[in-house]
């Protein structure tokens, strides 16, 4: 029987099956099987014949080894995201959603990082003079970057593969690359998977920093590239809300240092700026006494980030209330007001519930749990929280209110901006009442009853 040579490879997940069909089986996706021609060879094992292999040489894991010095950028909120500076033959994954920002944010980094090591910046986008205008704007237009506009994976591996090749190289994005052995089209799986796993190999070979650019799709993963992730040493994610200011750096992955980190950037006409205290910036707009509204102590990876979380209960005109969210995930929230109607007996029920988290920040902290208690309570009372208070603690599904990690450290944040009395899980060392070292007041709270009163 002759053998079909095509295949239809899902753009989502990187499955693959023999015939079309409108749902990728492995990951649910409908219309993303792309019809793609099957390789010459099919991989055929070890085989007999083909002789055996070399033997390889273990060493001692207890061996010194030479370490590479990181590269700092320079630009503080970057460096920390990346683990303290990029790390020499590293590949990094910059994804986000087209126009968010991520060619500012890495012509940016390449220009500042080109004062002391050699940078080329390779678009597929946009043309050599279209980098230049963005880099006039940024004020970095006299920095030593070498650019080039290039899309053929073979030009860029050959040029690269040199005892000369540059330090860092950014790939402006991955999604329009392509190797010329395959047939398929730029910016499907099969492209980007070959494009990234040859310039890959090129920078580990030549000790070159790799930062790739991937755009992400509307279903929220790299187009094609969840298949990168696992390729890649470090994945970061840049994010942020349309008409927000604020834009997000993420690590969701790092092999060389630790991921939950962000680093916080505002967008403003001449590019980028870092905002080193983003806990006074989501705070600007604060109006104090308002019902409905507390701040939020939260962590984000190492470091202290306050912001406000809003609430809005109001009685609903429909038979099925509605559940609006941004910023925190709505599974939570239906558990949050089903614990404070079972064990509370506060009945939001049959009220529209909108939770907002100011300044467009995702919280994915169980510790926001108290604080969007104390916002929905103090919405549906009419009563405001007061102005001095910071919130945190996660909800059980008793009703209990659980410790949470660094305690100390959203204390001291919420001191340093002038905060005076927290409303917290009970501390296992400390009495209630007292001022830590901090010196905020903290009111320790056993169960999710106790704030009701408040
Ligand atoms: P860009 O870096 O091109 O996004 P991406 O590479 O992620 O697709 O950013 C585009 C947006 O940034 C665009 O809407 C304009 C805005 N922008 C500024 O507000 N100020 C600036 O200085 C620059 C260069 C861009
Ligand atoms: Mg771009």
Known sequence: MARSNT???????????PKWSGKCDACGEWNTLVEEAVPESAPKGLGRTAGTGRRIDFVDLKGVSEKAPRRITGIAEYDRVCGGGMVPGSALLVGGDPGIGKSTLLLQVVCSLARNLRCAYISGEE??????????RLGTSESAVELAAA??????????DAADAPGLCIIDSIQTMYVDTLDSAPGTVAQVRASAQELIRVAKRRGIILVL??????????A??????????????FEGERGHQFRILRAVKNRFGPTDEIGVFEMTDSGLTEVSNPSELFLAERRGDVSGACVFAGLEGTRPVLVEIQALVAPSPLGTPRRAVVGWDSGRLAMVLAVLEARCGVAIGANDVYLNVAGGLRIGEPAADLAVAAALVSSLTGEPVPADTVVFGEIGLSGEIRAVSQTDVRLKEAAKLGFEKSLM??????KSGGRGDAGIRRI????LEDLIPM
């Open 213 to 222: 650019v991937g755009h992400v799709t509307k279903e929220g993963t790299i």
């Open 7 to 17: 295949r239809y490879v899902c753009q989502s997940c990187g499955a693959s099956s």
């Open 151 to 160: 899309t053929n994976v073979r030009d860029i591996v050959a040029s690269l």
């Open 224 to 237: 094609g590239p969840r298949v990168l992730e696992h390729m890649v040493d470090t994945v970061l994610y």
């Open 444 to 447: 320790e709270l056993a169960h």
């Open 127 to 136: 043309a050599v003079d279209q980098v230049r205008m963005r880099a006039s």
């Open 425 to 430: 899980p009970t501390q296992r060392s400390r």
